[in-house]
């Protein structure tokens, strides 16, 4: 069985014929040019998979690489599986074309460790040639990753060199970190096969996640759903597969046809493919000229190649070095996964003689699907917040759950910040305890931004609805759900604004502090008496002298009154004389209402006896509800209008 320890993959790069498989034959006993064309043309065009044993005695993986140009794109397919590379040059041949592409696909692909094998030592003469070889390759390395890599020459035909060859190696595995395994099971499809009498076999290096015998998966595009019958990691069998490890799966439920390079296989509906996504691009330096907008190249990502254009989102041309925030535009959908990287090849004018060749990489940042503008601010600003939080997982997921236009349950946000839900748990837990974010209601979370940012898109419509309207004390909240979009995160930010002070209710209306719709304290204590009067009269409203008098004023400062609580939507005028509050107009639509669910029509006194008030209050009722479109008059009957028609559920 496999040993346990630290999960780490070798690769191989290098120019072609350098001795790369050479290599991880003297390496590993394992001839990984298994291919009839490869053996015929002596070179290596697939990946070739193998089990390295090191000093320990620990098995890890190594791939072999195809070094010829021709190949590039299988190269570019194994580099997104490694953490540490064997970078091979020749003593002999020295820095080539295929060295420096390698090179740009590897640093652009993100990978930080590695060393140098110095192959074909026992074609350098002497010793100054010796030394020569090893002072040229390290003034190409300089200002690389592998710039203080240790550079070991050796031999694989004679075998010189190979014991410090191997110190070094073992020195760098050493000191890699392993291969992360959290996360949302995904394997770029390495190559899908048919096993007569055993059933359909894929293999690949996990991305990230962790795959059991058991589990069910899902082949994205397609939506194909499989289930793990069995596997083998490095060639042995295994119950459980890793990120970073050489798994070959035995599926169920989906045709080997269908398992092709390019396509993922990933944990059950935790991807999808798009055509669109958003990344951060860098050209490389030796690009040498800024490329315009929308670009045509090949993208590799994962192990797919897929033509594209790309849309730069910041200005109108990209330079080299300088990272841009981009959208690459394919033209066949991919499962494409935040926090990817990817290679963009391309032919330029004035570079390898205008043939295709590695121009820039980037990293994924967004997986939108549609199409976004140039030179918004607000997308600049969102991708550049996700690219600084991508690497920071509560700084991720918190950033996902900003985002959000809506309070989220942690199964959605995990579905959107594309992690596993069991960790978005536990950050939401973290962020609730912090303060950032907040629980609107059971297993609804929204971000302490959103409400934020709900809370002052409410301040600024009141604060629009007094400059409209100065008499008035404030808004309706309906209204202002209308205007501001409502929704839960908008009774929050309502909430949060009462308590802070921010806004103030005045009897059925929102206003600003301070904002007293041009009236007094005093005004203040009137119009709510006012108010209160009218609700207790319910149906039968006293007039506004009688209220005047009652109350100690003027029938024009109580007309005044009654005209704020009309405005406000809390007092409706029925005629020049009948004001009535909202909620006895409310009762009295019920009482229409029924009536017209027993008969097609009625007359004025029987609303007045079903109501049990005076013609006095009835006359004026119907004739506004004649207004409204509640009721029709005819004669001295009504039949339905169109709202009553609406609310009774008739055409
Ligand atoms: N003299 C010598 N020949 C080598 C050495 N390594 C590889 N070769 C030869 O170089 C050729 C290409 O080697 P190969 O491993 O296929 O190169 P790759 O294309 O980088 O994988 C083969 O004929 C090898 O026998 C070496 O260290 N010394
Ligand atoms: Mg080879």
């Known amino acids: 069985m496999r040993q346990p320890g630290k999960n780490i993959m070798l690769g191989t790069a290098g120019h072609v014929d350098h001795g790369k498989t050479a290599l991880v034959k003297l390496l590993t006993g394992c001839d990984t040019d298994t291919l009839a064309a490869e053996k015929a043309r002596g070179l290596t065009i697939e990946l070739g998979f193998a089990p390295c044993q090191m000093a320990d005695k620990r098995i890890i993986g190594i791939v072999d690489m195809p070094g010829h140009v021709d190949f590039i794109r299988n190269m570019a397919a194994g580099a997104q599986g490694i953490d540490v590379v064997i970078f091979v040059i020749a003593a002999d041949d020295g820095v080539m074309p295929q060295t420096r592409e390698h090179m740009d696909i590897l640093t652009l692909m993100g990978i930080s460790r590695g060393l140098v094998a110095l192959t074909k030592i026992d074609l350098a003469k002497d010793d100054e040639l010796k030394a020569l070889a090893v002072e040229d390759v390290r003034s190409f390395l300089r200002g690389t990753f592998l710039e203080n890599a240790p550079i070991c020459p050796i031999s694989n035909i004679t075998g010189e060199g190979f014991d410090g060859f191997f110190q070094a190696l073992n020195r760098v595995v050493d000191a890699a970190e392993p291969h992360e395994h959290e996360g949302l099971f995904r394997l770029w499809i390495e190559r899908g096969f048919n096993v007569r009498g055993f059933g359909t076999v894929v293999s690949g290096i996990p991305t990230t996640g962790t795959v059991r015998v058991g589990d069910k998966l899902t082949l994205v595009p397609g939506g194909q759903v499989g289930r793990v019958r069995s596997m083998e990691v490095y060639g042995e069998p295994s119950d459980v597969g890793r990120a970073g490890e050489c798994v070959a799966l035995n599926v169920a439920g989906i045709e080997a046809e269908l398992l092709i390079r390019g396509n993922v296989l990933c944990q059950a509906d935790a991807f999808e493919a798009v055509s669109f996504f958003e990344a951060e691009l860098t050209l490389l330096p030796s690009v040498r000229q800024g490329l315009k907008d929308y670009l045509e190249a090949h993208v590799h990502i994962g192990t797919a190649e897929a033509m594209a254009n790309v849309a730069l989102m910041e200005t109108s041309e990209i330079v080299p070095g300088v990272p841009q925030l981009v959208q690459i535009r394919l033209r066949e959908p991919l499962c494409i996964a935040i926090g990817e990287r990817f290679v963009i090849r391309a032919s330029v004018p004035r570079l390898a003689d205008g043939r295709v060749t590695t121009v820039g990489g980037g990293r994924v940042l967004g997986t939108s699907g549609v199409r976004l503008r140039r030179k918004r601010p607000w997308t600049i600003q969102l991708l550049s917040d996700r690219r600084a939080a991508l690497d920071d997982p509560t700084a991720w997921i918190a950033q996902c759950l900003g985002e959000a236009q809506t309070p989220l349950a942690t199964e959605a946000l995990a579905k959107i910040a594309q992690r596993p839900a069991a960790k978005v748990a536990s950050v939401l837990a973290e962020l ?205 009957r009504r039949r339905p209008g169109v709202k009553a028609r609406e609310a009774l559920g008739q055409k």
């Open 432 to 636: 609730l305890k912090t303060g950032e974010a907040a629980e609107l209601s059971p297993n609804q979370f929204a971000h302490r931004r959103s409400v934020e940012r709900c809370a002052e898109a409410l301040i600024e419509a009141v604060k629009a609805f007094h400059e409209a309207n100065p008499l008035r004390m404030g808004i309706e909240q309906a209204e202002l759900a209308a205007r501001t979009g409502g929704g839960a995160i908008l009774d929050a930010a309502l909430a949060q604004c009462l308590a802070d002070g921010r806004l103030q209710r005045h009897g059925t209306v929102l206003g600003s502090p301070g904002q007293a719709g041009g009236l007094g304290a005093e005004d203040h204590a009137l119009l709510e008496r006012v108010e209160t009067m009218l609700r207790q009269a319910h149906l039968e409203p006293p007039l506004p002298e009688t209220m005047a008098e009652t109350l100690g004023q003027t029938p024009e400062r109580i007309d005044e009154i009654i005209r704020l609580l009309v405005d406000a939507g809390s007092v409706l005028r029925l005629d020049r004389k009948v004001a009535m509050h909202r909620d006895a107009v409310d009762a009295a639509v019920k009482v229409v209402l029924e009536l017209f669910a027993k008969a097609s029509s009625f007359e004025t006194v029987e609303f007045r006896d079903a109501l049990n008030v005076s013609r006095k209050f009835a006359v004026p009722l119907l004739d506004y509800f004649d207004t409204v479109k509640l009721t029709v008059r005819s004669g001295s």
